[in-house]
């Protein structure tokens, strides 16, 4: 049983637009979010993190939006650049453990 | 360059062998975790230790191990490969047990 479950699979944005990836999950003991990129070949790298106490954060062009009721997240990347083309993965955390979605392959168009 | 270093970086083997993974923690990083990458499976957390002790288990089969020694590198020990082992192994590390992890750039396992 998938813990965090991530949409869409894969998701082509124009150059410039807006890039969305949103993850759901059950477990309220989740105490930790964080988002990774992951470039072909390459290790994912932490992106951006939010915790459950707080509805957004906001790094540069990108933004965690946190919705605690509905138990859901989101990634936005804002003017979305060729060179985010990656897969993009959500996680969360309990007890140590991180418990990462399944990824979302982003595609940049020029 | 997370400062995590996974050897090797490519591993051809064939089904029924035994192979270990390596890694190095960023410099002052007292947990290891271990993760398992596959198309079909995204991102599998498999064990995480922490200054040598086991911290936390995944999803990791018995024919699988790890330990983590006492200058904090960590092996990954893999046995009896089947077909399906076949992914990219990869290994975190971070300061404290509950802080934000850091990856290497992991090690594609082929099993033929």
């Known amino acids: 049983q998938q813990q965090v479950k991530q949409s869409p699979q894969s998701l082509i944005v124009q150059k410039g637009g807006i890039s969305i990836i949103n993850c759901a999950y059950e477990?309220?003991?989740?105490?930790?979010f964080p988002w990774y990129q992951q470039f072909p070949g390459k290790g994912p790298a932490l992106l951006i993190a939010i915790r459950p106490d707080v509805s957004e954060k906001k790094e540069g062009r990108f933004t965690i939006s946190f919705n605690k009721s509905a138990k859901q997240f989101s990634l936005h990347i804002m003017d979305s650049q060729p060179g985010d083309s990656a897969t993009y993965f959500c996680?969360?955390?309990?007890?140590?453990?991180?418990?990462f979605g399944s990824g979302t392959k982003l595609n940049v168009k020029p | 360059d997370s400062g995590v270093t996974q050897t090797p970086k490519h591993l051809i083997t064939a089904t029924g062998q035994r192979v270990t993974l390596r890694c190095s923690p960023r410099s002052g990083d007292l947990s290891v975790y271990w993760y398992q990458q596959s198309l079909d499976q995204g991102l599998q957390f498999l064990i995480q230790?922490?200054?040598?002790?086991?911290?936390a288990k995944g999803n990791i089969l018995e024919r699988f191990s790890a330990q983590q020694f006492p200058d904090l590198h960590s092996e990954l020990n893999l046995s009896s490969l089947e077909l399906g082992d076949s992914a990219l192994y990869f290994c975190?590390?971070?300061?404290?047990?509950?802080?934000?992890?850091?990856f290497g750039q992991g090690t594609r396992l082929t099993v033929v």
């Open positions: 230790y922490y200054n040598g002790e086991e911290r």
């Open positions: 996680a969360a955390r309990n007890f140590n453990k991180f418990y």
């Open positions: 975190a590390s971070s300061v404290e047990a509950d802080t934000e992890a850091f």
């Open positions: 477990n309220t003991a989740f105490d930790y």
